[in-house]
């Protein structure tokens, strides 16, 4: 599975867009875009995911640069509520281990 | 509500003794996995079982035993604790090969003193 590159800690202020950067320039052409979040030592949380099209629920958006080589996770209209560690991991569709890495820290502030 | 159930929530355990977590699961997923998180660390994969009757070793399975008792249900067995895996465990179960499913339990909160 491709490694992932992703900020330490970001700061967003509150009903603003949160942009969440994740690098993976070593993704190879099977492998998925996931994002996990977790919210203060809660189990993490899935978000979106996708391959190479930008998808979006009713959660996040999720862009995927046309070379697969990073993407961003944004949260439209960021609250308090959305503070966590956010994961982005990338892993092929075939079955097998999720990991995480570091993780991006989100504060929102009001 | 249909989800993992992990127990107990917090354990203080002296070093040498051993102990059991317990992990369920009632939404008739295949795959079970144990993680740990460390203070300021992102998870861990510690074992993990593919489908009922297998299990497979993770990044960091020394020091544990795991057992797939059912479908259902998805030990860790901690022989002789140490205060090195004082940490935070999760359960996760997941029904499918993709990497979204996955349902998290909340936690199971180890010291080891």
């Known amino acids: 599975d491709a490694k992932t590159t992703q900020p330490p800690s970001m700061d967003c202020a509150e009903g603003r867009a949160a942009n969440l950067p994740c690098n993976h320039s070593?993704?190879?052409?099977?492998?998925?875009v996931y994002w996990y979040r977790q919210i203060h030592s809660q189990g993490p949380q899935y978000i979106i995911h996708g391959l190479k099209n930008n998808e979006t629920n009713e959660m996040a958006s999720l862009i995927i640069t046309e070379d697969r080589k990073s993407s961003t996770l944004i949260l439209p209209h960021a609250t308090l509520r959305d503070t966590a560690v956010y994961y982005c991991i990338v892993r092929g569709n075939q079955g097998g281990k999720l990991i995480f890495g570091q993780g991006t820290e989100l504060s929102v502030k009001p | 509500n249909a989800g993992v159930t992990q127990t107990p929530k917090f354990q203080v355990l002296k070093t040498g003794q051993s102990m059991t977590l317990q992990c369920a699961q009632d939404m008739n997923h295949n795959s079970m996995y144990w993680y740990r998180q460390d203070p300021g660390m992102g998870l861990r994969l510690i074992y993990y079982s593919a489908s009922e009757g297998t299990t497979d070793k993770g990044e960091v399975p020394n020091g544990y035993n795991v057992s797939r008792l059912n479908k259902r249900e998805f030990s860790l067995r901690l022989e002789s604790a140490a205060p090195s895996q004082t940490s935070v465990y999760f359960c996760a179960s997941t029904g499918t090969i993709d990497g979204w499913g996955y349902t998290f339990g909340s936690g199971t909160r180890l010291t080891v003193v």
């Open positions: 070593t993704i190879s052409g099977n492998e998925y």
